[in-house]
C-alpha cells in the first residue's frame, strides 16, 4: 500500500472559511476549558459558581469573558482589583482555536485517515462541501482534544489528574459509542443517502457498525425489547476491558498511575478500540520517560489518533 501522504494541500476560499469558523469555534471552546483546567485541579465545580476573579471574587461581566479580546482589553488583569490574571487562560483559547484548526485541516482536507466517506465525494469536499456525517466525527474528535488540553493544563500544575475528568471522559466515550456505531468510518458517501430499511439491515448485519448515520439510530427497540445492540458499544466495552485491565494489572505491580490517568486511557481506548488503545498505551510509556505520567497521558492519545494511519498501512 502507498504510504505517501500529501500533507501540503492550498484549501479553496471556501475551506478556509471552514478553517476560520472551526479556529473560531475552538476560541469559544477554549475559552470554556479554562473553567475546566482552575477548578477540576482544585476539585471544585464547574457550574457553579460563574466566572468571577479568585481575588475579590467579583462576578467576571459576560463582556470581559470574550476569548482573547477580554483578556487584552483587561491587559490580563481583574477589573475590580487590578490583580494579575495567568497569561494560561490566553494560552489555552489561542492554543485551542489553533489546534482545532490543524486537526480539521489533518482529517478533513488531508484527510489523513482515508475514510471512504471522504474519498469517494473527495472533489466536493475539497471544494467546501464537507458533509454532516464527517462534521460530526470531526466534531467528535474535537470532544476528545479538549480532553487533552484540559489534561495537560491540570498536569503542569499537579502531579496527578483528578478522577472526575477520567469519569466525564468515560461517559463521554459510551455517549459517543450510542451515536458513532465504529470510531473509523468504513463506508463510501454512497451508502448513507436515503438508506432503505432492507440495505439498512443488510448493511448492518454484515457491516461492524455504519458510523454516524443520524437519520438512523444505531439502538432498534420494539414493543419495549431491545433487539440489536450497537457495535460500537460493544467495542468500547471490549476497549474498557483491555485497556483498563492492562492499566490494572501495571498498577499491581507496583506502578504508582493515578485513578484520573488511568479512567482517561481507558475511556480511549474504549472510544476509538483495543487495537488504538495498545498504540495509546506505548505511546504514553515512551512519553513518560521525558515526561510526568500525567502530561504523557494528556499528549498520547492525540499523538496516536494522527499516527494512527501510518500504523494502519504498516499492518496492512
Not at 75 to 97: D, P
Not at 106 to 130: F, N, Q
Not at 137 to 164: D, M, N, Y
Request: hydrophobic content about 55%.
Amino acid at each position: 500500500m502507498e504510504l505517501r501522504m500529501n500533507l501540503i494541500i492550498f484549501p479553496t476560499p471556501l475551506m478556509w472559511a471552514w478553517i476560520g469558523c472551526v479556529c473560531l469555534i475552538g476560541l469559544a471552546v477554549g475559552s470554556g476549558l479554562n473553567v475546566f483546567v482552575v477548578r477540576l485541579a482544585v476539585r471544585k465545580s464547574v457550574l457553579w459558581p460563574s466566572s468571577h476573579c479568585f481575588t475579590c471574587f467579583q462576578k467576571i461581566h459576560w463582556y470581559d469573558n470574550i476569548p482573547i479580546f477580554g483578556y487584552l482589553l483587561l491587559r490580563g488583569r481583574c477589573r475590580a482589583c487590578g490583580k494579575s490574571f495567568s497569561s494560561n487562560y490566553l494560552g489555552t483559547e489561542v492554543a485551542t482555536a489553533v489546534l482545532f484548526g490543524v486537526l480539521f485541516y489533518l482529517e478533513i482536507v488531508v484527510d489523513i485517515h482515508r475514510l471512504p466517506i471522504i474519498a469517494s465525494i473527495r472533489p466536493i469536499v475539497l471544494e467546501g462541501g464537507v458533509p454532516i456525517e464527517v462534521w460530526l466525527w470531526v466534531f467528535l474528535h474535537f470532544g476528545v482534544l479538549s480532553f487533552s488540553i484540559v489534561a495537560f493544563q491540570i498536569a503542569r500544575q499537579r502531579a496527578t489528574l483528578p478522577k472526575s475528568i477520567g469519569l466525564m471522559a468515560i461517559f463521554y466515550a459510551i455517549a459517543a459509542s450510542l451515536t458513532f456505531p465504529w470510531p473509523w468510518p468504513n463506508l463510501p458517501f454512497d451508502a448513507f443517502i436515503s438508506p432503505t430499511e432492507t440495505s439498512w439491515r443488510a448493511i448492518w448485519r454484515t457491516i461492524s457498525g455504519l458510523q454516524i448515520a443520524p437519520w438512523s439510530p444505531p439502538i432498534r427497540i420494539r414493543s419495549g425489547i431491545l433487539v440489536e445492540i450497537p457495535s460500537g458499544l460493544i467495542t468500547t466495552f471490549v476497549g474498557f476491558l483491555v485497556v483498563g485491565g492492562i492499566l490494572r494489572v501495571i498498577r499491581l505491580i507496583g506502578w504508582r498511575l493515578d485513578i484520573g490517568s488511568m479512567l482517561l486511557l481507558t475511556a480511549w481506548g474504549g472510544l476509538f478500540g483495543w487495537q488504538f488503545g495498545l498504540l495509546m498505551l506505548l505511546m504514553t510509556a515512551i512519553f513518560a520517560i521525558r515526561f510526568r505520567f500525567s502530561t504523557a497521558v494528556a499528549i498520547a492519545p492525540m499523538i496516536s489518533l494522527i499516527s494512527w494511519p501510518i500504523i494502519r498501512m504498516l499492518y496492512r
